[in-house]
């Protein structure tokens, strides 16, 4: 499976940004999926997990109540909705596919990655 993150750009503190995550190639929906973050200097850090059917989401303190994961299964799509952005959310923002059917917090738990969509909050 090949995976495709898109939507990032410059947004101005309390903006927002919808990314999504295309996947490609042989998918398969009985995995869980993610969103990682990498700010410039620091490590590759768990944002938003969401389970193989959906029903269960999972998102790190630092962005609880301001994103939002979701995944379009027709579309092999999934989607990280940012609201009230911060500069401290500047980031390259990568998609995987987890090992399993829940989404965990650890990029060792993820087998496939995207190339990642830069994202930028000015203050």
């Known amino acids: 499976v090949q995976l495709q993150a898109f939507g990032g750009g410059l947004v101005q503190a309390g903006g927002s940004l919808r990314l999504s995550c295309k996947a490609s190639?042989?998918?398969?929906?009985?995995?869980?999926m993610g969103w990682f973050r990498q700010a410039p200097g620091k490590e590759r850090v768990f944002e938003a997990g969401?389970?193989?059917?959906?029903?269960?989401?999972s998102y790190a303190d630092s962005v609880k109540g301001r994103f939002t994961i979701s995944r379009d299964y027709a579309a092999n799509t999934m989607y990280l909705q940012m609201i009230s952005l911060t500069p401290e959310d500047t980031a390259v923002y990568y998609c995987?596919?987890?090992?399993?059917?829940?989404?965990?917090?650890?990029?060792?738990?993820?087998?496939?990655w995207g190339q990642g969509t830069e994202v930028t909050v000015s203050s």
């Open positions: 995987a596919v987890s090992r399993q059917a829940v989404a965990g917090t650890g990029a060792d738990q993820y087998t496939r």
């Open positions: 190639g042989r998918t398969s929906s009985n995995n869980g």
């Open positions: 969401i389970s193989w059917n959906g029903r269960y989401t």
